[in-house]
């Protein structure tokens, strides 16, 4: 089973900044789009921001402006950088990969979650 492996989360103040990373194994990240989404107790869970491997990058409008994704292809990570956080930013993020297989089948790989609390 593939892997994708987060670091970053943590408590922080409203205001503060996280910084968020997820490492995937390089036969997925290199043709993968990757994503951080996010759900806490009361919600599904939701797209935050998503990175193409063409570099192509889409946020959810609750973040935009605050949010940076960025992808490190000679790490094969994914980082979510995380500026003038709000308490309603509290929420276990999840690095998520998607990707085409050969056969043509669709693929989708997920992190273990790292909670993010931001206290007012």
């Known amino acids: 089973q593939e892997q994708l492996v987060e670091s970053g989360g943590g408590s922080v103040q409203a205001g503060g900044s996280l910084r968020l990373s997820c490492g995937a194994p390089?036969?997925?990240?290199?043709?993968?789009?990757m994503g951080w989404y996010r759900q806490n107790p009361r919600s599904q869970r939701d797209m935050v921001a998503t990175?193409?491997?063409?570099?192509?990058?889409n946020y959810a409008d609750s973040v935009k402006g605050r949010f940076t994704i960025s992808r490190n292809d000679a790490k094969n990570s994914v980082d979510l950088q995380m500026n003038s956080l709000k308490p309603e930013d509290t929420a276990v993020y999840y690095c998520?990969?998607?990707?085409?297989?050969?056969?043509?089948?669709?693929?989708?790989?997920w992190g273990q979650g790292t909670q993010v609390t931001v206290s007012s």
């Open positions: 390089e036969s997925i990240f290199s043709a993968a789009a």
């Open positions: 990175i193409t491997s063409g570099g192509r990058i």
């Open positions: 998520n990969a998607n990707l085409e297989a050969s056969d043509h089948r669709k693929l989708s790989y």
